[in-house]
C-alpha cells in the first residue's frame, strides 16, 4: 500500500497529506514494533530471572535437605556414644557390685573362721578327749569315723586339722 500512496501523490490523485499520513503510519509501525521488541525482551529477562529463581530455590532446598541430614547423622552419631556410655557405665557399676559381692563374703569367711560370738565359741580343750585315739593298723577306719565325731558334735571344719594335730 505504501507504494501505491507514492505513485498516487505523483500523479496528484492525491495530496501531500497524504505522504504525512503514510511517514505517520509507517512511524506508528515501527514504534509499535519497538514496542513489541522491547515487552517480549523484558518478557525474556522476567523468565531468565524466573529460572535463575527457580534455580536458587532448588539449590536451597537441596542445602537445606544436606543439612537436616547431616544434623540427623550428628544426632544418631550422639545417641549412638550415649548409648556406648551408658553400656560402659553400666558394666563398671556391674563390675564394682560383684568387687562388693567378693569382698562382702570375704569378709563373711573371715569372720566365720576367726571371730565367733560366744554361744558358737568352740572350745578345742574342753573336746579333745572326745577325739578317738590314732592307732596305725586302723588308719583306714579312723578318718571316717573322726569325720562322723565331728560331724555330730558340730565342730567348725576349720578346727578340725587341729584337733586331727593334737592326738599324734
Not at 503510519?25 to 529460572?51: I, P, R, S, T
Not at 535437605?65 to 556391674?94: A, H, T, V, Y
Not at 568387687?99 to 569367711?109: D, G, L, P, T
Not at 558358737?120 to 577306719?141: G, M, Q, S, W
Request: proline share 3%; aromatic share 8%.
Amino acid at each position: 500500500m505504501a507504494f501505491d500512496a507514492d505513485k498516487l501523490v505523483d500523479a496528484e490523485i492525491l495530496g501531500e497529506e497524504a505522504l504525512e499520513l503514510k511517514v505517520e503510519n509507517v512511524d506508528a509501525f515501527k514504534l509499535k514494533q519497538l514496542e513489541l521488541e522491547h515487552e517480549l525482551k523484558l518478557k525474556e529477562l522476567e523468565m531468565k530471572e524466573m529460572e535463575k529463581i527457580k534455580v536458587k530455590e532448588l539449590e536451597m532446598k537441596e542445602r537445606l535437605e544436606m543439612d537436616k541430614k547431616e544434623k540427623e547423622d550428628e544426632f544418631k552419631l550422639k545417641e549412638l556414644e550415649m548409648k556406648e556410655r551408658e553400656k560402659i557405665k553400666e558394666l563398671e557399676m556391674r563390675e564394682r557390685l560383684e568387687m562388693e559381692k567378693m569382698k562382702i563374703e570375704m569378709v563373711k569367711e573371715e569372720s566365720n573362721t576367726k571371730i565367733q560370738p560366744k554361744s558358737e565359741y568352740f572350745d578345742a580343750a574342753k573336746n579333745i578327749r572326745l577325739v578317738p585315739r590314732f592307732c596305725e593298723k586302723t588308719v583306714d577306719k579312723y578318718f571316717p569315723q573322726f569325720a562322723k565325731i565331728a560331724h555330730n558334735l558340730n565342730w567348725p571344719k576349720p578346727y578340725w586339722t587341729t584337733m586331727l594335730q593334737s592326738v599324734f
